[in-house]
């Protein structure tokens, strides 16, 4: 079975900064995804980044990047120029390349400071 | 309706007592999940269907069951509620397939008392 792990369970950052979240996986497959998604106090879910195992190439949208290190089995989640509106729980979480059922990690919690 | 719906918002049930949580969505997505989110433990998939008429058991299926008569509704019913069953519950739907996005509605929390 595919597990999740997200070792810091609380992260903080200052307003404008960049900060890493940290996350590893563990599997048997070798074509497979990768997700970061957001929870901010409304609870409502929302995905930030995707990769695909198979892209060596690291996923990146607008400020949020991530580092992909397959070997490694580590999926990492940078924000730059971090802003308030990106305080929130992340989600780092796994998918097999047939299915679509989630795997997810324990949650980050991210505060940014002003 | 816009996404993904679900009722109750909120609800406390007591022990014992039958619960049926409602998850409605249109965007004609073949695939819906139940998730369970506890602090410390993340997002725990409770039962899938790929496809309107079939379903699967995730990984904490034990005490829920769900349906999928149609592509739009997925409930998920707690025959005898207990109290470890508290927690919040997500319904999501996506477009079958490990890369596509998943859509979440906005969560029911359930206390059992």
């Known amino acids: 079975a595919q597990t999740v792990t997200q070792s810091q369970p609380e992260m903080s950052v200052q307003e404008a900064e960049t900060v890493t979240l940290s996350c590893t996986y563990d599997t048997s497959e070798s074509d497979y995804y990768l997700f970061w998604y957001k929870q901010p106090p409304s609870r409502q879910m929302i995905l930030v980044i995707r990769q695909e195992a198979y892209k060596q190439q690291n996923a990146t949208e607008n400020r949020f990047s991530v580092n992909f290190q397959k070997a490694a089995k580590s999926f990492s989640l940078k924000i730059s120029d971090s802003q308030l509106g990106d305080a929130a729980m992340y989600f780092c979480?796994?998918?097999?390349?047939?299915?679509?059922?989630?795997?997810f990690g324990e949650g980050t919690q991210l505060t940014v400071n002003p | 309706i816009a996404g993904i719906t679900q009722a109750p918002t909120s609800q406390i049930l007591a022990a014992g007592r039958r619960m049926t949580l409602r998850c409605t969505q249109d965007m004609r997505h073949n695939a819906m999940y139940w998730y369970r989110q506890d602090l410390g433990l993340g997002l725990r998939l409770i039962h899938y269907s790929n496809t309107a008429g079939t379903t699967g058991k995730g990984e904490v299926p034990d005490g829920y069951s769900v349906s999928r008569a149609n592509t739009d509704d997925f409930p998920l019913t707690l025959a005898s509620a207990v109290p470890s069953q508290t927690s919040v519950y997500f319904c999501a739907s996506s477009v079958a397939g490990g890369y596509n996005e998943q859509f979440f509605g906005p969560g029911t929390r359930l206390t059992v008392l």
């Open positions: 979480a796994y998918s097999t390349a047939s299915g679509s059922r989630l795997t």
